[in-house]
T-cell receptor, first 113, second 109 residues
Framework: NAGVTQTPKFQVLKTGQSMTLQCAQDMNHEYMSWYRQDPGMGLRLIHYSVGAGITDQGEVPNGYNVSRSTTEDFPLRLLSAAPSQTSVYFC????????????FGPGTRLTVL | DAKTTQPTSMDCAEGRAANLPCNHSTISGNEYVYWYRQIHSQGPQYIIHGLKNNETNEMASLIITEDRKSSTLILPHATLRDTAVYYCIVSLGGNQFYFGTGTSLTVIP
């Protein structure tokens, strides 16, 4: 199993550009989440999903959209990037149904100029 | 979800036990205690979790006080590779985890 994969690893955007961060898992996990981590801080939850077709907002959802059309994929969309969205983004998944240990991807390092 | 309080940083001698404390005084009866660690800038790694009883796995032991208001993660024989930021999280489960700033553990040769 590849586990949780994220693409790209690095990305530089200009203010106002849009892009999608990709996240995929091959463990047949029901639950998936997106976090951001700013320098010197812990992770903050952006959006999460408890299954295909179901998403909800986390702690810091503004400026981000998500969808969950399949169990495997959970893309994160930035519609109009802002410098405040410069961060490291982590995707995570877990089996759910009482087995909630989350497995994290390697992260995407995003810089918005 | 309940908030947690952890020391900002700790040192531990290589080969000795590392005891990392966490206070979660507002934890509710059905919230679990989870521990994760983050090495350098990698994605966090699951270590262990528990509800009421003490737990042990191949990585660590988790001791939860009887009133559940605090817990301690024990790495029995710390190695240099255990240098990392350790996060204590309380959660109802699901995938809504709220990370704090964690404890930066440095294992000293």
């Amino acid at each position: 199993n590849a586990g949780v994969t994220q693409t790209p690893k690095f990305q530089v955007l200009k203010t106002g550009q849009s892009m999608t961060l990709q996240c995929a898992q091959d463990m047949n996990h029901e639950y998936m989440s997106w976090y951001r981590q700013d320098p010197g801080m812990g992770l903050r939850l952006i959006h999460y999903s408890v299954g295909a077709g179901i998403t909800d907002q986390g702690e810091v959802p503004n400026g981000y959209n998500v969808s969950r059309s399949t169990t495997e994929d959970f893309p994160l969309r930035l519609l109009s990037a802002a410098p405040s969205q410069t961060s490291v983004y982590f995707c995570a998944s877990s089996y759910g149904r009482g087995r909630n240990e989350q497995f994290f991807g390697p992260g995407t390092r995003l810089t918005v100029l | 979800d309940a908030k947690t309080t952890q020391p900002t940083s700790m040192d531990c001698a290589e080969g000795r036990a590392a005891n990392l404390p966490c206070n979660h005084s507002t934890i509710s009866g059905n919230e679990y205690v989870y521990w994760y660690r983050q090495i350098h800038s990698q994605g966090p790694q699951y270590i262990i979790h528990g509800l009421k009883n003490n737990e042990t796995n191949e990585m660590a032991s988790l001791i939860i006080t009887e009133d559940r208001k605090s817990s301690t993660l024990i790495l029995p024989h710390a190695t240099l590779r255990d240098t990392a930021v350790y996060y204590c999280i309380v959660s109802l489960g699901g995938n809504q985890f709220y990370f704090g700033t964690g404890t930066s553990l440095t294992v000293i040769p």
